[in-house]
């Protein structure tokens, strides 16, 4: 009941717009979404989608992008959605996965909330804030874009996402998107049994990486992984050269042959970090 009243004081022309975008399922749509709909010039459509923002209809998520605001939140004008979907929108929907620490949270390998959205494109596209939620954008060789899976993330919309095994190999190579070494060790944990090592041996020599043969041999080796002979396959690719095992921290503590790492995280501490 309140929708229909909400709808008729809008005028036939925004009612008939917003209508239509709740009937093709289009809650986040574009400047281009609203001339196809109404039939109306790209000067008019613009004008059309900002004056649905000034009614406190929609929320602009970037210039010419918008998502409705929901009847039922009443007055209130800032609303974002999911946000993983909107970093999806922002790409345009294609070559791209959620990932870092962002596709942790999806696979529930991290115990804290989440402020930053990264997503992995091919694209270059400029980091947004919305709402007080950042989206950040990490982009990638088209042929290094792959390791990833279809998630659910509202009843009505499926996005792209790292998988398991590729999101933990994403938070070895770029620990800065998933705040250290420590906490992708911890969400390894979390989902260890689930974790396909061979596939991620698989994914690191894919992205033939030194610093990630080294890292991920490490981390197998200390959680104490059977596949034995995946752990040969990473160190026949070392080198002589020794790699930080956390780049954001400082280059301290003892060096480990069997890895060419600086332990600048001890095994003792990831242990203690894994069980809080």
Known sequence: MKDNLKLKTLGPRLAFLVAELHERQKTIFSNQDVKEITGLSPNSSRGLANRLVARGLATRLKPGLFILVPAELGHERDYLGDPYVVAAEIVGGK????????????????TQ??????????????????????????????????????????????????????????????????????????????????????????????LNIGALYRRLGYLLELFETKEIGQLELLRKKLTATYVLLDPMLPAEGKFIARWRLRLNVSPEEIKTIIRT
Do not use: N
């Open 95 to 110: 070559d791209y996965f959620i990932s870092h620490s962002s596709a942790m949270d999806i696979h529930q390998m991290v």
């Open 113 to 206: 909330p989440q402020f930053v959205v990264y997503t992995t494109t091919t694209q270059s596209v400029r980091p947004h804030s919305v709402l007080g939620t950042e989206f950040r954008f990490v982009r990638c060789k088209p042929e290094h874009l792959f390791g990833e899976m279809d998630h659910w993330a509202t009843k009505t919309r499926k996005i792209r996402v790292s998988d398991l095994e590729r999101t933990v190999i994403d938070g070895l190579k770029q620990s800065e998107y998933c705040s250290g070494f420590s906490e992708v060790a911890k969400g390894f944990w979390m989902r260890r049994q689930d974790m396909d090592v061979k596939k991620l041996v698989e994914y690191a020599l894919m």
